[in-house]
């Protein structure tokens, strides 16, 4: 009898916010400039540091990676979710759902340990300037990008493969904007118990890790930065560390939320406004907290507009 439902099972029917549907069409203007502004953003980045060759050094190279991660990341979700937002009633196919599974979870792991060495990269900058080239020399930068892409790739095939090996009997009703692993091992009829036990460490091992190695080495220039003697500068650099560790706690701290307890017992819109944090503002908001407060990356793009644009060179 189970077996004969399983077999039936081809897809899964997202709700989206079914409670509010009135708000659909709102929600869903929102989101596709959210979605464009997002592409825009990231690949300003990508084009600038690709074409000006003062920007080829580990802090920009990490910079590119991250927004090559955040593009993909968003595409592997918004499109998707503004189909479920501007219909009343959508199915998606068991392989569509896995598919989308995998690559949340590839993007979103690699995501982890980029953010994770990049903050690395500025405290060896900042706080040991003189051993830095050593420290951060190209071999390194090299292991340590290929090293966050391979745990995307790790994480998601484990996880993925798992998830759906479970057996599902129906209903088929995932109420989530899209398809994640808590709203979809919530369909499962089986013990996950050793599922929730893996999905625990490895929450921890792949997100706690990477944020208290962020924590810590922002504590550590903070305190370097109060050394400093000019006042302006302290301001500046202040100012910066403030805004990346605004984003990269807003970004962890949902996702550990979400992760760490794959069943708890939110409610689904609690679950979907913390997945929004996660999912539609750290691709949002990294490109201008990275860039668009970054000197540099401003001259690099004023130089690029001028040569293009205005002068009509190469
Ligand atoms: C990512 O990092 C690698 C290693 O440093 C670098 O060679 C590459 O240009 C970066 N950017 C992209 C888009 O992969």
Redo the contacts with the bound molecule.
């Keep these: 009898m189970s077996k004969q439902n399983q077999s039936c099972m081809a897809e899964f029917i997202l709700l989206g916010f079914s409670n509010f549907p009135e708000l659909h069409e709102k929600i869903f203007g929102v989101f596709l400039v959210i979605y464009l502004v997002t592409l825009m953003g990231n690949a300003i980045i990508?084009a600038v540091i690709f074409l000006d060759h003062s920007l080829h050094i580990p802090m920009y190279?990490?910079l590119?990676?991250l927004s090559?991660v955040e593009v993909s990341f968003s595409a592997a979700i918004m499109p998707e979710m503004l189909v479920v937002l501007s219909t009343k009633k959508t199915t998606i196919s068991f392989v569509g759902c896995f598919a989308q599974m995998y690559f949340i979870l590839l993007f979103g792991g690699a995501e982890c340990f980029l953010l994770g060495a990049m903050a690395y990269d500025r405290f060896a900058a900042i706080c040991h300037p003189l051993t830095y080239p050593t420290i951060m020399n190209k071999s390194v930068?090299?292991k340590l990008?290929i090293f966050s892409w391979a745990s995307g790739v790790m994480v998601a095939t484990v996880q993925t493969t798992w998830v759906f090996s479970f057996p599902f009997c129906g209903p088929s009703e995932i109420n989530h904007l899209f398809c994640e692993t808590p709203p979809v091992l919530e369909l499962v009829c089986a013990d996950t118990f050793l599922f929730e036990i893996y999905a625990f460490t490895g929450t921890i091992l792949i997100v706690m890790v990477p944020f208290l190695l962020i924590l810590l080495s922002y504590i550590r220039i903070l305190f370097a930065i109060l050394k400093m003697p000019s006042r302006t500068g302290r301001q500046k650099a202040f100012s910066t560390c403030v805004s990346h560790l605004t984003s990269v706690t807003l970004f962890y701290g949902t996702a550990n939320m979400t992760y760490l307890q794959p069943k708890a017992s939110y409610s689904p819109e609690t679950k979907k406004l913390m997945s929004l944090a996660y999912t539609l503002l750290t691709p949002l908001l990294n490109p201008l907290i990275y860039s668009l407060r970054n000197n540099e990356m401003k001259r690099a793009l004023m130089k690029l507009w001028l040569r293009k644009v205005v002068l009509h060179t190469d």
Excluded: A, M, P, Y
Aim: aromatic share 12%.
């Design positions: 990508i190279l990490f590119q990676n090559v930068l090299v990008v």
